[in-house]
């Protein structure tokens, strides 16, 4: 096969999002779990963004003149998240795969990034075994959980919508938590009107994108963390990551009627933290 790599441009983003709803669907159905896009259009709209956003480094794998996959580089930080990767049912098993990945590691080498991250499916074999032969180290197990918003407010825990002047602090929480900041990202779910913060004794102690698989959250502790997810007035897209191993955090959601959906893999290459708080992750890292 004759495959071209090219640059994405918002003109790809119809056959992108198509390509992306197919492929997740199908490996998905394969493997008897949810697919993760709903439809076309929700697809479609991921990649739209991603396709139109300066902050996203995107590649498009063309076979015969004709769109056949496609990848991303989340830029906005200083780690670099990888994904959503996929490539049409028709033409998979064929390296195609791997060129995209390899296409933007090398992306993120030519940027000096000092880490870059996914997340994978841990159902999806053939994707951990290539990660890993490319470098990535698994660092943590997910839980992807979905349910019906809880609506509420824990005592003592105020939340509310995150402004442009909460940066600051969010970005120096992250900092404590992770070793790193993710303000870019934050930045852009402030202005989508999605982010929040949780207030303990008048100071920030938490905050989220959303509560949703494409956001992150950090918080000081799980009970910040926990009061983020009971206000979250909707989950963005199939539901919300948890590290496994946070027991306390994966007991209070099954005792809130959230369910299990799938676990899925934190991989990275280069730097990377053991986090020294509570956190969600996002399905690019």
Known sequence: MKIVLRRG??????????????????????????????SVDAAT???????????????????????VGSNFLDERSIVGGIGPISVA???????????????VLK??????????????SAYHNRSLCLYTKLGFDTREPLSLMTG??????????????????DLEACDQLCLRVHGHDRGGELLDAIRNRTATVVERLGRITGYAGAIALFSHAVAETDDDLKALIAA????????????TRNGELMRWCLGNSFRLVQQMTLMTIGLYNEPSGAYLSSVLF
């Open 107 to 120: 992306r993120g080498t030519d940027r000096k990034l000092p880490a870059i991250r996914l997340v994978q």
């Open 89 to 103: 049912p028709e033409v998979q098993n064929n390296t195609i795969g791997r060129q995209l990945m390899l296409d």
């Open 45 to 67: 709209a991921t990649v739209t963004m991603m396709l139109s956003h300066p902050g996203f480094y995107s590649v498009v794998a063309e076979l015969d003149g004709k769109i």
């Open 148 to 165: 019906s918003p809880l609506g509420r407010r824990l005592a003592g825990y105020e939340v509310r919508p995150a402004r442009e002047a």
């Open 232 to 243: 979250a007035p909707a989950f963005g897209g199939p539901g919300f990551l948890v590290p």
């Open 9 to 38: 441009t918002p003109a790809d983003a119809q056959a992108c999002g198509r390509i992306d709803y197919e492929a997740f669907r199908a490996l998905a159905e394969s493997h008897n779990f949810p697919p993760d896009f709903p």
